[in-house]
């Protein structure tokens, strides 16, 4: 794994230098878009709208648009904020570890320790796991502001990012606004449906049915010979578009054919 991020868990007068790392990373096959007609690739591009010349990404930038006016934002006014350059995973306050609603979860990353000596990464592990709290933490990542939840995970410190309590929409549902009555009996026979379905849970035990049978269709496909040329379908990539696979026996017999006619 790449470390995203360094910087240092700090609450009081502790600093915990650590790295920050993806947790987790998808599974799905990669597809891409292609007409129907010809199997050619759709490519999307980013044109300027003033000139219709495409833009690399390095050329881009944000803005803020009120209905009156636009706010251009470059990259050097993301980085001078104060918040942006703040290296630091701040420890707001200590909750019952129960109180952290699942609801507000977003993104998962592991913390691993960064110094020579990881006894304040372990020191504060193993403060979390005794008192069993989460730590509620604010910190800075890829130009937001995070408010996140700091825990234990198989020894590992895990920084689970939170949503802000005003992005969560209310449940209103009128249907259930009504009173229902069930029985003691229903209740009872629901009750044992459950416990006949009691185990405990083993993430492992599961797989994405869908993924595995769209590789099952790729590879029957490929079986069959219902494949296209990839230069017919994706098109020639250009020079210097970078990725390209060189055959390297080719590319020394083309260089000494060419060392011949300029000899």
Same mark, same amino acid.
């Given at each position: 794994?790449?470390?995203?991020?360094k910087?240092?868990?700090?609450? @009081?007068?502790?600093?915990?230098?650590? #790295?920050?790392?993806?947790?987790?990373?998808?599974?799905?096959?990669?597809?891409?878009?292609?007409?129907?007609?010809? @199997?050619?690739?759709? $490519?999307?591009? $980013?044109?300027?709208?003033?000139?219709?010349?495409?833009?690399?990404?390095e050329?881009?930038?944000?803005?803020? !648009?009120?209905?009156?006016?636009?706010? *251009?934002?470059?990259?050097e006014?993301?980085?001078?904020?104060?918040? !942006?350059?703040?290296?630091?995973?701040?420890?707001?306050?200590? *909750?019952?570890?129960d109180?952290?609603?699942?609801?507000?979860?977003?993104?998962?990353?592991?913390?691993?320790?960064?110094? #020579?000596?990881?006894?304040?990464?372990?020191?504060?592990?193993?403060?979390l !796991?005794?008192?069993?709290?989460?730590?509620?933490?604010?910190? +800075?990542?890829?130009?937001?502001?995070?408010?996140?939840?700091? $825990? *234990?995970?198989?020894?590992?410190?895990?920084?689970?990012?939170?949503?802000?309590?005003d992005e969560?929409?209310? +449940? =209103?549902?009128?249907?259930?606004?009504?009173?229902?009555?069930?029985?003691?009996?229903?209740?009872?026979?629901?009750a044992?449906?459950?416990?006949?379905? =009691?185990?405990?849970?083993?993430?492992?035990?599961?797989?994405?049915?869908?993924?595995?049978?769209?590789?099952?269709?790729?590879? +029957?496909?490929?079986?069959?010979?219902d494949?296209?040329?990839?230069?017919?379908?994706?098109?020639?990539?250009? !020079?210097? =578009?970078g990725?390209?696979?060189?055959?390297?026996?080719d +590319?020394?017999? $083309?260089?000494v054919?060419?060392a011949?006619?300029?000899?």
């Amino acid at each position: 794994m790449r470390a995203i991020w360094k910087g240092a868990v700090t609450f @009081g007068l502790v600093n915990v230098p650590v #790295k920050l790392y993806s947790a987790t990373s998808g599974h799905d096959v990669p597809l891409h878009q292609v007409h129907d007609a010809d @199997g050619g690739r759709i $490519r999307y591009r $980013r044109v300027c709208e003033l000139d219709g010349e495409t833009v690399p990404y390095e050329h881009i930038d944000k803005a803020y !648009e009120d209905g009156e006016q636009v706010v *251009v934002l470059t990259k050097e006014d993301f980085s001078a904020l104060p918040a !942006e350059s703040n290296r630091e995973i701040e420890v707001v306050e200590f *909750v019952p570890s129960d109180q952290v609603d699942p609801v507000l979860l977003d993104r998962t990353y592991y913390l691993e320790p960064d110094s #020579k000596s990881p006894k304040a990464y372990v020191l504060l592990r193993r403060t979390l !796991e005794e008192t069993d709290r989460t730590a509620i933490v604010k910190f +800075a990542l890829r130009q937001r502001t995070r408010l996140a939840a700091l $825990r *234990v995970r198989e020894e590992v410190l895990t920084l689970q990012t939170l949503l802000w309590a005003d992005e969560i929409r209310e +449940a =209103e549902f009128p249907s259930l606004d009504g009173s229902v009555s069930v029985s003691d009996k229903e209740l009872a026979m629901s009750a044992q449906l459950v416990s006949s379905y =009691e185990s405990d849970f083993t993430p492992e035990d599961y797989t994405d049915e869908y993924q595995v049978q769209l590789r099952q269709l790729i590879d +029957a496909k490929i079986e069959k010979g219902d494949t296209m040329d990839p230069a017919e379908t994706f098109g020639e990539k250009e !020079e210097g =578009e970078g990725g390209e696979v060189i055959d390297l026996m080719d +590319a020394l017999r $083309r260089s000494v054919e060419g060392a011949k006619k300029t000899g």
